[in-house]
């Protein structure tokens, strides 16, 4: 056993997990204020990447930069589904397990009409660009650039949204919905507001992962559903409804997937994935870092 | 867009029926067009190799063909062809329902194959059953001769002759530059796993080291924890069978490693133009399975190939595409001597041999033995034949320049 080399596999693959965790805090962040598991989660990242990818090639505009662009367009786009698909369901008092059931189908739906959307636009063909691309040499180890570069923007991006949640009238809004809908409404918070921001924060969040993921890999229009399901591993990890607790799930996935495959084989890649979900579900089922170990459906705060 | 597309169909089906109405009723039965049906994956892991090799040869031929006024039909005169398509969305068991209900329902007169060496597989069976020759432009498998279809056609070089090409070319590496460590990657699915079944004894045989086999399922995300293990083992010679989307991903991250192995070969997707677009001065030295070219000594060759960017505004891949072409040209061959019968066609391609795009062309028990495996590598924008010498459009160049 290469020791150096098992530690390089390890970095290789924490800097993935930055980008796992990026990617499941938004879905996370829907799920725990809103109860709306959005399937459609890697579609809005796979337009995020298309964005990029042509802000870059056609503009020249830098695919960091290009952020800036891309989170917002896809945030204004996801404040429009809320009001368009989930709004009406929402304000329509059911039961929780009715609520989860019918938002489920509304984002398959999504899912199918934005897969379809961008084959239609933008067809099959691989698309990729090469930005970053190059080694890093840092003390005798070598780095791919790209994914340094891509994971030091994913963390000042969850820095961003955690001090926002933290610092900010609407994201303690936000937090105080999570923690407690019915006190959170009797002090004022306006819900179907806070909803729309918040589904919108998502998809912006998954439009910034899709941005950071098109230096790394070839777009095509069906690459979303695969990070939709890391995501959800990671947030079960994690923990439902914690954000925190997302992050750490998603390193320690990126991690656990690569020194898996590394000691295994990559045809394992899913079969290591799915086996740290079922261990944890068996053992913890309020994920790994719920150091309350509340039940899924009383989600804690950030 | 949508407006000038619908004015182009309305006009087109408008003149066919003009056409249709100043002829005897008689004669109107006979000129109905000639059906061909085929899936091709446009959506899911297939959809990208099959929109590059298959689809746009297939539509290329039928304009070329539908321009000379039809299918030169032996004792019909010229019938149009008309396309009967569905999208298998790579799913293979809608391949086979879609097969099935081609030949009972929409009872067309001809089929054209699907994309791929499982999908091929899959589909074999039904068409031999019904009798529907089918010539695969896509098909690389050893199982083939052992499934008994005798109305299955492959008219790629198969893994067996592919990889003895290139553990040739290897061995003449290894006589060169004294270069011996292997690394080899495949998908795990039916192409990676019998060309890997056929490359290693071969490798054994050639007293090379091997120092890695990984298989890695199709659409994988992430090679680069395998890539560092070749990178740390030393890998000189690094082979990848790998289908498009891994082909891009393993130079890609590669590169980022700075894994700089003497030979760099993937297989699949390397003779696509996209990969020369996409790496530009780094696809330099690049090898792949393959190959073909527009200086290829065989007639229609150059012919093809500007025909191919005149129509779709880009160039044919340097392997298959050609193939596909080649095999639409050895179907209107046989149909313009024996007709629509679709037992005599089949005897037309167990007897002839073939003068096409991609060179002669003869079937022994349903494999082309006339085209023998080949290397190809990326040299200055062109995908040069390297081996074997007699085939060959360029030297080899070993070892392959520093990533860019």
């Known amino acids: 056993m290469n020791v150096g080399l098992l530690f390089d596999v390890a970095m290789g ?8 965790a990026l990617i499941a805090v938004g879905l996370n962040l829907q799920y725990g204020l809103m109860r709306v598991l959005n399937v459609a989660h890697g579609e809005l990242l796979m337009i995020g990447g298309y964005l990029t990818y042509f802000l870059y090639v056609d503009l020249g505009m830098n695919p960091i930069l290009s952020l800036v662009v891309t989170g917002p367009a896809v945030f204004v786009f996801g404040v429009f589904v809320h009001a368009g698909l989930y709004r009406r369901l929402l304000r329509q008092e ?128 069906f690459i979303g559903l695969p990070y939709t399901i890391t995501a959800l591993v990671v947030i079960i990890l994690g923990g439902l409804g914690s954000v925190g607790g997302s992050l750490l799930g998603g390193l320690l996935l990126g991690v656990v997937e690569s020194v898996g495959v590394y000691l295994t084989a990559p045809d394992l890649r ?26 899924p459906g009383q989600a804690e705060g950030t | 867009m949508i407006s000038r597309i619908a004015r182009r169909t309305f006009l087109k089906g408008a003149g066919a029926i003009a056409a249709l109405a100043g002829l005897p009723a008689s004669a109107r039965a006979q000129m109905g067009p000639v059906r061909i049906g085929f899936t091709l994956s446009a959506t899911g892991p297939y959809a990208v190799g099959a929109g590059i090799t298959q689809a746009p040869n297939y ?37 086979v329902r879609l097969y099935e209900r081609m030949i009972t329902e929409d009872k067309v007169d001809l089929l054209l194959p699907p994309w791929g060496t499982a999908m091929n ?84 045989e050639g007293g090379f080291e091997v120092v890695d086999v990984k298989g890695y399922p199709l659409g994988v995300k992430d090679l680069s924890d395998v890539l560092r293990g070749m990178r740390a083992g030393g890998v000189d010679l690094f082979l990848g069978l790998t289908y498009p989307p ?96 679709r037992a005599k066609i089949k005897a037309h391609l167990d007897t002839t041999e073939f003068t096409t795009v991609v060179g002669p062309v003869k079937f022994t028990r349903g494999i082309n033995t006339a085209t023998p495996g080949m290397v190809g590598q990326w040299q200055k924008g062109e995908f040069e034949v390297v081996w074997p010498p007699e085939r060959a459009t360029a030297k080899a160049i070993v070892p392959k320049p520093k990533w860019e």
């Open chain 1, 270 to 295: 899913m079969v290591i994935s799915y086996g740290v979900l079922v261990l944890v579900l068996v053992l913890r089922p309020s994920g790994l870092f719920n150091a309350l170990a509340r039940r």
């Open chain 1, 13 to 20: 693959g924490l800097l993935l997990g930055g980008l796992y």
């Open chain 2, 59 to 95: 539509q290329l031929w039928l304009d070329q063909v539908n321009a000379k006024g039809g299918l030169q039909i032996a004792g019909d005169g010229r019938r149009p062809i008309q396309f009967i398509e569905y999208d298998d969305r790579s799913e293979i068991e809608t391949a």
């Open chain 2, 246 to 341: 891994d082909t891009i991903l393993a130079t890609t991250q590669s590169r980022t490693i700075d894994f700089q192995p003497a030979v760099f070969y993937t297989a699949v997707g390397t003779a696509f133009p996209f990969f020369r677009d996409r790496f530009k001065a780094s696809a330099e030295g690049v090898m792949g399975v393959g190959a073909w070219n527009p200086r290829v000594p065989f007639p229609g060759a150059k012919a093809y190939f500007d025909a191919h960017v005149a129509k779709h505004k880009k160039e044919p891949d340097r392997w298959a595409s050609a193939f596909a072409y080649a095999s639409l040209q050895i179907l209107e061959d046989s149909v313009a001597k024996v007709g629509l019968d």
């Open chain 2, 121 to 204: 597989f899959a589909v074999a069976p039904i068409t031999t059953k019904h009798g529907y020759p089918l010539i695969g432009p896509t098909v690389g498998s050893l199982k083939l001769k052992d499934l008994g279809l005798p109305y299955f056609y492959a008219i790629l070089a198969q893994p067996d002759a592919m990889m003895q090409a290139l553990a040739a070319f290897l061995g003449d590496v290894k006589r060169q530059h004294q270069l011996n460590k292997v690394g080899v990657i495949h998908v795990a699915d039916l192409f990676g796993l019998e060309h890997q079944g056929a490359l290693i004894p071969l490798l054994k």
């Open chain 1, 94 to 221: 059911r039961t929780r397990e009715e609520l989860e059931a019918n938002s489920l189908l509304i984002s398959f739906g999504l899912l199918f009409i934005l897969q379809n959307g961008a084959l239609l636009v933008w067809s099959a063909d691989l698309r990729g660009y090469q930005y970053l691309d190059r080694p890093l040499r840092i003390a005798g180890t070598i780095w791919p650039t790209n994914r340094v570069v891509a994971f030091a923007t994913a963390a000042v991006v969850t820095a961003l949204l955690f001090l926002f949640l933290r610092k900010t009238l609407a994201g303690t809004a936000l937090r105080a919905l999570m923690q407690a809908p019915v006190g959170a409404r009797l002090m004022g918070v306006n819900v179907p507001r806070a909803h729309a921001l918040c589904f919108g924060l998502g998809a912006g969040l998954a439009a910034i992962s899709g941005s950071l993921l098109s230096m790394l890999f070839e777009l095509t229009p």
